[in-house]
């Protein structure tokens, strides 16, 4: 157990539909990130919360929707989702201030279905 | 984000062998390499990590290499175990940007007995 855990593990959505996902960290750490893993690409950073306000939104789509609530909660809301927005949503956490780079702690991640 | 480019896409070693994945960076800025190792239903766990003001670094069966005027680093998994059957990332950040990671598209890696 990383002490980032994500839910829900897989998710199977239409392309109308709006769901949620969720991330809680248990690390007390104060940075928070969202990457997108596809087959066969690089894990794509989406987005950067840092005590929470958003630090870094790396041009992703509107149809994704980040909140952060407080640094122990990450959540990302999807809507009229497409078929390629299909990936593994992983969740990661660090204790990252500005001026520092610590590990990364990530979940294990929501394997998404977009039909 | 410039990219991190990595070889090979996979890789099959035996059990006891070197298991040797390479990466190359273009930003010049980028001064945090970490390597990560990700299991099959799982998330990608750090397994070792370097800044450029060494050129090796070694923890257990795992070193790291690295080349700063190359702008290259690589990961050497010494004596090969199947539990080593893992994809592995590498990726690199700045100080400064809160951990903020660019990662290679990764090696898939099978050690067979």
């Known amino acids: 157990e990383t002490g980032v855990t994500q839910t829900p593990r897989h998710l199977v959505m239409g392309m109308t539909n709006k769901k949620s996902l969720k991330c809680e960290q248990h690390?007390?750490?104060?940075?928070m990130y969202w990457y997108k893993q596809s087959a066969k690409k690089p894990l794509e950073l989406m987005f950067v919360?840092?005590?929470?306000?958003?630090?870094e939104n790396n041009s992703v789509p509107s149809r994704f929707s980040p909140e952060c609530p407080n640094s122990s909660h990450l959540f990302l809301h999807l809507h009229t989702l497409q078929p390629e927005d299909s990936a593994l949503y992983l969740c990661?956490?660090?204790?990252?201030?500005?001026?520092?780079?610590?590990?990364?702690?990530f979940g294990q991640g929501t394997r998404l279905t977009v039909v | 984000q410039q990219q991190v480019k990595q070889s090979p896409q996979s890789l099959i070693v035996q059990k006891g062998g070197i298991s040797i994945i390479n990466c190359a960076y273009e930003?010049?800025?980028?001064?945090?390499f970490p390597w990560y190792q990700q299991f099959p239903g799982k998330g990608p766990a750090l397994l070792i990590a370097?800044?450029?003001?060494?050129s090796e670094k070694k923890e257990g069966r795992f070193t790291i290499s690295f080349n700063k005027s190359a702008k290259q680093f690589s990961l050497h998994i010494m004596d090969s175990q199947p539990g080593d059957s893992a994809t592995y990332f590498c990726?690199?950040?700045?100080?400064?940007?809160?951990?903020?990671?660019?990662f290679g598209t990764g090696t898939r890696l099978q050690v067979t007995l």
């Open positions: 990661a956490s660090s204790q990252g201030e500005a001026g520092e780079i610590t590990e990364a702690f």
């Open positions: 370097i800044r450029p003001d060494v």
């Open positions: 919360y840092n005590f929470k306000e958003q630090t």
């Open positions: 990726a690199a950040s700045e100080t400064g940007t809160a951990s903020k990671l660019t």
């Open positions: 930003n010049t800025a980028f001064d945090y």
């Open positions: 690390l007390g750490h104060n940075a």
